[in-house]
């Protein structure tokens, strides 16, 4: 059955660190994968995607995600957080076949508090 | 703009009481989703549409029940059967590219936020 981890619920880390955000998943085919970030009572906008290609993707607003087969992860990292990063980031599975086709499969939430 | 909206933003029932969530998009996406966000426990999906007048079951469709009429609708129904329905629900649309497989990405709404009293 498809599955997602993300490890640490609450994260807290200065303003101007880096930033690590892990996820690792459990999917038996070529997976699409996902990072979604959310604001308080707000939707899920899409910070960056994985299909194929290039396992380093970029995304928004200077986010970066490595997909890493061997160890079923696809970790999210940004080398200087500001404070407006604080947010919850969900990680997300994904295929477009079988009888998955379509849907998503999301981690439980990476919440991330930023100190000044 | 393009995009999804979800009506009301925030909803009161009590208990017993039936209660529909709206979903409009203007994307024109071929399949709609609703999830719904409970506080640690990420987003789990309800129900879910690929095409107008077809719609599956998620993992929680107990106590919910949906229609797909029109491509750009796709509305939720809270029935009194859903024994804990104080939750964040989420719509989301996603495009089909002719003659490939759904991509999986997902544009979602702001939120429908629905307190039993």
């Known amino acids: 059955a498809q599955s997602v981890t993300q490890p640490d619920i609450h994260i807290t880390v200065s303003e101007g660190a880096s930033l690590e955000l892990r996820c690792n998943y459990s999917y038996g085919a070529t997976p699409y994968l996902f990072w979604y970030v959310q604001s308080p009572g707000q939707g899920l906008q899409l910070l960056l995607k994985?299909?194929?290609?290039?396992?380093l993707v970029q995304g928004i607003k200077g986010f970066e995600a490595e997909f890493k087969r061997s160890q079923s992860s696809f970790n999210l990292r940004k080398p200087s957080v500001h404070w407006s990063d604080a947010a919850e980031y969900f990680c997300?599975?994904?295929?477009?076949?079988?009888?998955?086709?379509?849907?998503?499969?999301f981690g439980r939430g990476t919440q991330l508090t930023v100190w000044p | 703009d393009g995009g999804i909206t979800q009506s009301p933003k925030y909803l009161f029932r009590k208990e017993g009481q039936n209660v529909t969530l709206s979903c409009e998009q203007n994307?024109?996406?071929?399949?709609m989703y609703w999830y719904r966000q409970d506080p640690g426990q990420g987003l789990r999906l309800i129900y879910y549409?690929?095409?107008?007048?077809?719609?599956q079951k998620g993992d929680i469709a107990e106590g919910y029940s949906v229609s797909r009429e029109k491509k750009e609708s796709f509305p939720l129904t809270v029935t009194s059967a859903q024994k804990n329905p104080t939750a964040f629900y989420l719509c989301?649309?996603?495009?089909?590219?002719?003659?490939?497989?759904?991509?999986?990405?997902?544009?979602f709404g702001e939120g429908s936020r629905l307190t039993v009293l």
């Open positions: 994985y299909f194929s290609g290039d396992t």
């Open positions: 994307l024109n996406h071929d399949a």
């Open positions: 549409s690929q095409i107008v007048n077809d719609f």
């Open positions: 997300a599975v994904g295929a477009d076949r079988g009888s998955t086709l379509g849907r998503l499969y």
């Open positions: 989301a649309s996603s495009i089909r590219p002719p003659g490939q497989g759904f991509t999986g990405e997902l544009f």
